[in-house]
């Protein structure tokens, strides 16, 4: 039997590491900035071509590489920030695997130019596709720069499935200022072809106001700051009346490195209850100092995923922290009794403000004899007031089912359509509709007891129907008369700019106004209470991320326009929670059945089940 096992060429084995290492462009701006903040540069610069596709150039002023460094930094598993196993359990710094540098030149051409300090000449080094093909001297200022051109020539499918230009420039904005608000004493510029940001070095304070200074306000945050032998704890989180029902702002520290952390997640979010409302979300930017032989960042080749030795034990001190914040700063509602405490009324003809008149009699009296003779008085005639009890008890219905539950009438539609179209006669039609729990639809048809969730079907519903008005352009637009202001940081620009088309197909109409604010100008029908502005930003975050394809495969447009109507009918859908009316259940089931495909939403989720009597008996048996 021959041999079949072999060693992978280096070239492969950097393409299979460079998988989980970078996944996008922003991937790649991710592990340069972290290299040149390991290099103690104090002025890093970004310039970004076509979303990072054509070019990504990332120039410090660090500590450079000398001529044979920078070739050994190219090497898979060469690095200069751990010698041995031990150091892993010390590390103080954001790179020590070896991994980024060969990973990026195996999707890539790379051109690196870097001068070390008291060199009067420094190297340039040109790779491409893990293949050195040029190195030679080169005058350059002190430091770094590194050019990655064409990213994944070489790898024609994980570059198929990039995202369009919007969505991809979106992400290496979102990773700049992550990288940024981490690294606050470093001066950092980003030119991505449309848009310049430069921030100064700066607090923690001034950085978060710098990077997000068009939705974050300075007195809408509070400090929060703790130092225990165990864990020092410092940052910021927004007071209650600022949270977020989208797009929130949250960032975990530790060490210097960003991080994703569920457990404290959770322990920041349990401060806010009964604080704020449910659908809504806290912005907070908190930063850990620990023992780095506390921590294991070595879980994942992007280093985000970090485990605590003591986590249970910084849980009470993080809860404290913050709710000794929310105190302190008086962001916990309080009642005032005082009369100081009632609100002004201004007056239309003057800067003056009055007091609310208040009429009283103080002569009232409670237990006056005119309003004691129609109590009944104690010890007599029980049983008629037990009887008035009863009845009343009877006709409240908080006395009633536990679960109230709207019931159809015998009398159903003659015909209902059910499955891919196919109609059934009229003695196969619901027989009785109830609502249960006030989330489902319960009725009986020929297969079965039919279990259907309001609010996904309403959703299913309401996706067709939009797309199909997309797609025949029916859409009536509605200028509005006075234009709704919505203001978007640089990576929902990027996105904007990329659904702008789709958004008008569904009767959306935004005019720039300055340099981060759009005024809404006209809106397709929307559902009472739906607002054109919360429509807009869930499309943006809906794009932003790729989780999700709503599109056939390199349909881009297509993708695009699914994702604005299933944002359009999950905005307008009915709640789980909502009491419907017979007819609105009576509709909901018609409209859905008529669907070609009702069993599932866009996003794949079930829409009903049946339990068919062989469920049912095994149920009960």
């Known amino acids: 039997m021959s041999d079949i096992i072999r060693l992978l060429p280096d070239s492969v084995a950097n393409q299979i590491a460079a998988g989980e290492v970078i996944q996008r462009p922003a991937s790649v701006i991710k592990e340069l900035v972290e290299n040149a903040v390991d290099a103690g540069a104090t002025d890093i610069r970004l310039v970004v071509k076509d979303a990072g596709k054509t070019l990504i150039q990332v120039i410090d002023n660090g500590a450079g590489m000398s001529e044979t460094d920078v070739r050994m930094a190219f090497e898979r598993h060469a690095t200069s920030k751990i010698k041995n196993a ?161 797009n929130p702002l949250q960032y975990l520290i530790v060490n210097g490195r960003n991080m994703r952390h569920p457990y404290f997640h959770k322990a920041i979010m349990s401060c806010y209850d009964s604080l704020i409302a449910p659908d809504t979300m806290p912005c907070y930017f908190i930063k850990f100092t620990v023992d780095p032989s506390t921590i294991d960042v070595n879980i994942h080749p992007t280093k985000n995923e970090i485990k605590f030795e003591y986590e249970q034990q910084i849980w009470p001190i993080l809860v404290s922290a913050i709710k000794t914040a929310l105190g302190k700063f008086a962001a916990v509602p309080s009642i005032d009794f005082s009369i100081d405490a009632i609100p002004l009324n201004p007056l239309r003809n003057g800067d003056h403000a009055e007091a609310p008149h208040i009429d009283y009699r103080n002569d009232y009296n409670p237990f006056a004899s005119e309003r004691r003779s129609s109590a009944p008085k104690i010890g007599s005639d029980w049983e008629k007031l037990y009887e008035n009890f009863s009845g009343a008890r009877d006709r409240s219905p908080i006395f009633q089912e536990e679960m109230p539950v709207e019931v159809m009438a015998d009398t159903a539609p003659s015909e209902l359509p059910f499955g891919d179209g196919e109609r059934e006669s009229a003695g196969d039609t619901p027989q009785v509709c109830i609502q249960y729990a006030a989330k489902y639809i319960i009725t009986t048809m020929r297969e079965g007891l039919v279990v259907i969730d309001q609010h996904r079907a309403h959703v299913k519903i309401l996706f067709e129907e939009y797309l199909a008005r997309a797609e025949k352009q029916e859409v009536v637009s509605q200028h509005v008369m006075f ?55 869930r499309v943006l975050d809906s794009v932003a991320d790729d989780s999700a394809n709503y599109g056939k495969e390199g349909d881009v447009e297509a993708s695009l326009t699914r994702r604005v109507a299933l944002v359009m009918a999950r905005s307008a859908a009915i709640r789980r929670g909502q009491r419907l009316s017979v007819t609105e259940m009576e509709s909901i089931i018609s409209s859905l059945f008529a669907l070609p495909d009702p069993s599932l939403t866009p996003g794949g989720n079930p829409v009903f089940t049946i339990l068919d009597d062989t469920r049912i008996a095994r149920l009960l048996s």
């Open 86 to 246: 031990d150091d892993l359990f010390t590390l103080r710094t954001m790179g020590f695997r070896g991994e980024a540098l060969p990973s990026i030149c195996a999707i890539s051409e790379v051109e690196v130019r870097t001068r070390p300090e008291g060199e009067q000449m420094g190297t340039r080094l040109v790779i491409v596709g893990s293949k050195v093909t040029e190195q030679e001297p080169c005058v350059c200022e002190k430091g770094t720069v590194i050019s990655v051109r064409k990213i994944f020539f070489n790898v024609p499918a994980r570059r198929k499935f990039l995202k369009s230009d919007n969505v991809e420039l979106s992400n290496i904005m979102r990773e700049f200022e992550r990288l940024a608000l981490v690294n606050n004493n470093i001066r950092m510029h980003i030119d991505n072809g449309t848009k310049n940001i430069e921030l100064r070095a700066a607090s923690l304070r001034i950085r978060i106001e710098d990077i997000w200074r068009n939705s974050l306000k300075s007195d809408h945050m509070i400090p929060v700051d703790v130092d225990t032998s165990l864990v020092k704890i410092e940052g910021f989180i927004s007071r209650p009346e600022f949270a977020r029902r989208r």
């Open 483 to 537: 234009p709704e202001v919505i203001s978007l940081d640089a990576g929902q620009q990027a996105v904007l700019t990329g659904v702008m088309d789709e958004l008008q197909k569904l009767g959306f109409c935004l005019e720039y106004e300055s340099d981060t604010s759009w005024r809404i100008t006209a809106v397709p029908q929307l559902p009472n209470g739906t607002l054109a502005r919360d429509v807009i930003l």
